[in-house]
């Protein structure tokens, strides 16, 4: 059955940068596109990010520029570089895929703060 699993969070004063990662398994992971959601306390799950199965990438407003989806279809693997973090980024992040059905992982909380 699918299964991601995210790693990466932690926390991190504003300004600094972390890099998420989710190790997907159960699908052909190199034919579909991965997104990145968070969700902050008492906020819905928003988008973060897309990468299709072709490298193309999509970004929500508030962290383009700032943020990089890439993959490595040889690791089965979707990260989420993030640069110049920002208190309101604060959430956890979740990776997802839809076959059928939205997937998700168990999520890993990035705690920006000083």
């Known amino acids: 059955q699918v299964q991601l699993v995210e790693s990466g969070g932690g926390l991190v004063q504003p300004g600094g940068s972390l890099r998420l990662s989710c190790v997907a398994s159960?699908?052909?992971?190199?034919?579909?596109?991965m997104y990145w959601y968070r969700q902050a306390p008492g906020n819905q799950r928003d988008f973060v990010a897309l990468?299709?199965?072709?490298?193309?990438?999509s970004y929500a407003d508030s962290v383009k520029g700032r943020f990089t989806i890439s993959r490595d279809n040889a690791k089965n693997t979707v990260y989420l570089q993030m640069n110049s973090l920002k208190p309101e980024d604060t959430a956890v992040y979740y990776c997802n895929l839809n076959i059928g059905m939205p997937h998700w992982g168990q999520g890993t909380q990035v705690t920006v703060s000083s």
């Open positions: 990468i299709t199965s072709g490298g193309a990438t």
């Open positions: 159960g699908f052909m992971f190199n034919h579909y596109t």
